[in-house]
């Protein structure tokens, strides 16, 4: 799912090509896309652009008329800068987005089609829209605290949940707990004033860092190649691959349809955290740390 660093980067590349321009024309290929009804998605054409923000991971295209286009692109969804009139592809394709300049093409590699497409009138419906979660580059560090204070959730929890963070997913959320050098699994409630402002610090640099790194890979090119996967990352996307800090093998635990990587050497002590679903099939025979299950490969 694209996040803060990625969305900026495609706000970025918006600002540059639409800004000013009137929207000529929504082709929706999907009857599914569009999740408004009032006003009518026909109204916003032919009005002009006046500028792009970010709720969360929501792109919102800001037009005239107090009109707002809110776009959130869920897990596959992307965005294609094409030439103008170009054509929604056949079984990957969602809408098209026809200005002046050429076209901006909505897709979504996944067969569960999850994207979604609101339009609406002015600053409160759009605010009804927004989780409420805080934008961590935003946050200063007293904002930040309260907010993972909120709920008494695991760190990594609490940072992926819209309601207290916004544009956060599970990839920057991996790298940003091996930045802190802090369990994914430690409960907010239980974090001391310093890890929490360890944890504020690497929030901040993880995502700027990432913004910047993304931003220069795709220079004046439109963005073609989001992922959450990234050869630069340190944990997400890299189990059993060096840790780039001690070179202990990333670990990691699946819950549900997400994971959660770490090392466990820099960011638990050594302990190995329990994969709920191996631990149950292994009782006993879990290994606790990280030198264990080494030890074990050696037999």
Known sequence: MPEIPDLEVYLDHLRRRVVGQPLTRARIASAFLVRTFDPP???????RVLGFRRIGKRIVFDFEDDLYLVLHLMIAGRLRWRELGAKVPGKVGLAAFDFPVGTLVLTEASPKKRASLHLVRGLAALAAIDPGGIEPLEADLAAFRASLARENHTIKRA?????????????????????????????????????TARLHDATIATLREWTARLAKETGDEFPEKVTAFHDGMAVHGRYKQPCPACGSPVQRIAYASNEANYCARCQTGGKLLADRGLSRLLRGNWPKTLDELEERKRR
């Open 41 to 47: 998605l026909r109204s916003v054409e032919g009005k």
């Open 159 to 195: 940072l992926t949940d819209p309601y207290l963070f916004a544009g956060i997913g599970n990839a920057y959320s991996d790298e940003i707990l091996w930045r802190a050098r802090l369990s994914p699994v430690r409960l907010t409630r239980a974090m001391t004033d310093e890890e």
